[in-house]
C-alpha cells in the first residue's frame, strides 16, 4: 500500500519502468526539468505545487492511476459518500455548485473553508475547466468542505 510520503517515489519508479528521463517527463508534461525533479523528489510537490491538469499529463504519461493515487493520499474520512453517485450526472462545476447548495453553504462560505477568494468558487462553478488549473490539494479541500469524494473532483468528465 502506498501513501502521500511516498507519491515521488511512485511517479520515479513510474518513469524509470517506461525507460523514461526526467527531461523527457518534463517536456511532455510543460514542466521545467527542475520543477519534475523536485516532483519526484519532494512528497508534497504533486499534491501542492502542480496543478490538476499538470498532474493528469503526468499520469497518462506514466500510466498511474490519478483518482487512486488522490484516494491514497486524502486522510480525511468522509462519512456521507451517497452523494458521490450524483456525480455521473453533473459536470464538475455542477458538482461542486450543488454539493455548495446541498450544504447551505454561500460561495463566500466555501472560500473561506478552503482559503481562497470567492472569485476562485465563481471560476469553479461556471468554468468547467478553471479545476484544471489548481494544485490537486485545493482540490481535495473543495471536496472536503462539501463532503464529497475527491475523486469525483480528480476524474475528468
Do not use: W
Amino acid at each position: 500500500m502506498t501513501d502521500k510520503h511516498h507519491i515521488g517515489a511512485i511517479v520515479r519508479l513510474a518513469r524509470e519502468k517506461r525507460g523514461l528521463t526526467e527531461d523527457f517527463c518534463a517536456q511532455q508534461c510543460g514542466l521545467t526539468r527542475m520543477e519534475y525533479y523536485d516532483l519526484e523528489a519532494y512528497d508534497d510537490e504533486f499534491f501542492d505545487n502542480i496543478s490538476l491538469g499538470t498532474a493528469r499529463r503526468i499520469s497518462l504519461l506514466l500510466g498511474l492511476d490519478l483518482v487512486g493515487l488522490v484516494a491514497q493520499h486524502v486522510e480525511a474520512n468522509i462519512a456521507d459518500r451517497s452523494y458521490v453517485d450524483d456525480a455521473r450526472f453533473y459536470s464538475r462545476a455542477a458538482l461542486i455548485r450543488e454539493g455548495r447548495l446541498k450544504k447551505t453553504m454561500t460561495q463566500a462560505d466555501l472560500a473561506d473553508a478552503i482559503g481562497f477568494e470567492t472569485m476562485t468558487i465563481q471560476e469553479l462553478e461556471h468554468s468547467p475547466d478553471y479545476i484544471e488549473c489548481l494544485p490537486i490539494r485545493v482540490v481535495v479541500d473543495v471536496a472536503v468542505a462539501l463532503g464529497i469524494d475527491p475523486g469525483s473532483l480528480v476524474c475528468n468528465r
